[in-house]
């Protein structure tokens, strides 16, 4: 009656992907399953990832965890935007906010009352309609059970991998320490059969998560997955890291500083600030990227620069036989917009529910794989868009930029918004139509018509409209305790 053929999962990898899978695993499937998790301390992790995004409150809030405790144990801030820095021209910048902005009716979005008003001198800026925007601008923050406040953190990935793993092995997670050195298939459909150590132990699973980082152990060195390049349009391939100490109270936003072939990454954490260079090699050398990055950044170094390479593009197929790719393993699009742990977390969700209890067939492995393609594809969309839509004019990368062919997906969004003012979020997209529009609009693309609902009010109702909005925003923002007080209130500093 219980014919259960997937009983013993087996991850490969103890990063943020590897800890992340153990956790949701462990405790949403806990008594029918076995996990056990390999990793090597040798290997280590990327070491980077430490901006989020509010789909994780979700995956925490379904696996039980406790905010406080995860904060203190990441050594987390709270999140409510990301300051895009010269971006569209030097000199710009604007915030990409989590909130709503206005009221939406069913009939379109607040943006087109907002350009209405705009065009007869009504209307102040798009983000003075958004409470979460105006938070951010004051540097200022507030949550609790009732609040409505939209945010996400920024971590320690080191430590979030530990805490992780701490939650993981209390709910039964098994770790073994050491090096992989081959992978054992069943001789007569391919399917993953063992992970073989140095030791020589051998790891028996039914079903084998690869978290292997951006090797690919499983997904690609053994099963031969093949790998999607999307650098023609993310053309970025480096990165460079370096944490700093804090040099002054933690702002609620990612800053996101754009440069002469890249961009730069500011996160300030509870205890110090990570930075990074993301930079295409093509027109930036290593040593002018950790140049640039020194001379760039506030605080004391704490750790020597380190260098990433990245591939941007995802694996052809994110599930093979009986194996499942999950975080860089599975492709990579951008650190812009931080959308990579999320993607580990909602690969786990779906994975959790089309678990392959019965065996993986094609069916439920095809489902998994189609979902995951056009949620990335939707994903890379919204990061190209930062780069295409750019005046800059100053550097080859950033006229390359400019002139480069986009998707047709993308091209069509941008076509609806530019003629027509019109945004949306469809049912694969991740980002919502408040994402687009504050992106759209802070990379200076102007629509040129709209729909035409503000003209159904006259020019006082909708002056009072935005106003009240506005003012009641104002009000709400100016009562909040700055983020860096709050935080320390939230979590003590002692425990810092
Ligand atoms: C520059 C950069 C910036 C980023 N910024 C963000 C961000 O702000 N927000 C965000 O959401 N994401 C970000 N990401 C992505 C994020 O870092 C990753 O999605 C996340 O860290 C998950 O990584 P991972 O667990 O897949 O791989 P890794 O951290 O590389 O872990 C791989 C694991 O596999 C193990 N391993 C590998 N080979 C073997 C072997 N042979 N034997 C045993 N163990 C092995 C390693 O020891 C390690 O435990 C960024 C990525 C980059 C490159």
């Known amino acids: 009656m219980h014919d259960q053929r997937v009983k013993k999962v087996v991850i490969a990898g103890g990063g943020t992907a590897g800890w992340c899978a153990a956790a949701a695993l462990t405790s949403q499937l806990g008594p029918l399953i076995d996990v056990t998790l390999v990793e090597s301390e040798d290997i280590g992790t990327v070491g980077v990832g430490e901006a989020t995004i509010p789909t994780i409150r979700t995956f925490h809030h379904l696996l039980g965890i406790d905010e406080r405790a995860f904060m203190r144990a990441t050594q987390a801030s709270f999140k409510l935007a990301i300051m895009f820095e010269n971006w569209a021209r030097l000199g710009d910048r604007y915030l990409h906010s989590f909130g709503q902005i206005g009221k939406p009716t069913w009939m379109g979005g607040f943006h087109n009352v907002w350009l209405q008003a705009r065009a007869e001198g009504l209307a102040g800026e798009i983000g003075d309609y958004c409470f979460e925007h105006e938070a951010a601008k004051a540097g200022k923050f507030f949550t609790s059970p009732e609040a409505k406040i939209n945010y996400a953190y920024h971590l320690d990935a080191g430590l979030y991998g530990r805490f992780l793993r701490e939650f993981s092995e209390t709910k039964g997670a098994k770790r073994i320490e050491g090096k992989i050195q081959e992978v054992e298939q069943r001789p007569d459909d391919g399917f993953i059969s063992a992970l073989v150590m140095e030791s020589g132990e051998r790891v028996e699973g039914d079903l084998f998560i690869d978290c292997t980082g951006f090797r690919g152990l499983l997904i690609e060195q053994t099963l031969k997955a093949g790998y999607e390049d999307w650098s023609h349009w993310l053309p970025t391939d480096s990165a460079i890291a370096l944490q700093t100490a804090s040099v002054g109270p933690a702002p609620p936003y990612t800053r996101a500083s754009a440069h002469e072939a890249g961009w730069r990454w500011r996160i300030p954490l509870r205890h110090r600030v990570g930075n990074g260079a993301v930079f295409c090699s093509r027109y930036l050398s290593d040593d002018e990227a ?154 200076r693309l102007e629509p040129q018509g709209r729909h035409h609902l503000g003209r159904l009010m006259t020019r006082e109702q909708m002056q009072g409209a935005l106003d009240s909005l506005k003012n009641n925003i104002a009000d709400a923002v100016a009562k909040m305790p700055d983020h860096q007080t709050f935080l320390e209130q939230y979590y003590p500093p002692a425990e810092a």
């Not at 009986?322 to 742990?341: D, K, M, Q, R, Y």
């Not at 069916?363 to 939707?378: F, M, S």
């Not at 918004?417 to 990379?443: C, H, K, N």
């Open 290 to 443: 950790r140049a640039y990055l020194l001379g760039a950044i506030d605080g004391e170094p704490i750790t020597e620069p380190r260098l990433i390479r990245y591939r941007t593009g995802k694996r052809r197929k994110a599930w093979i036989k009986n194996c499942v790719a999950l975080g860089l393993s599975s492709g990579f699009v951008e650190p812009l917009e931080s959308t990579s742990i999320h993607l580990i977390q909602i690969g786990l969700t779906r994975l959790i529910q089309l678990f392959p209890f019965s065996g993986c067939h094609n069916a439920l492995v095809r489902r998994y794989n189609e979902q995951a393609d056009v949620e990335l594809e939707r994903v890379r969309d919204f990061i190209i868009l930062h780069y295409k839509l750019t005046e800059r004019d100053d550097s080859p990368f950033w006229r390359r930029c400019r002139d480069m062919e986009i998707p047709d997906t993308l091209a069509q969004r941008i076509a609806l918004f530019r003629d027509d003012a019109y945004a949306y979020q469809g049912p694969e997209d991740l980002f919502r139509v408040d994402s687009w529009l504050q992106v759209m609009l802070g990379q």
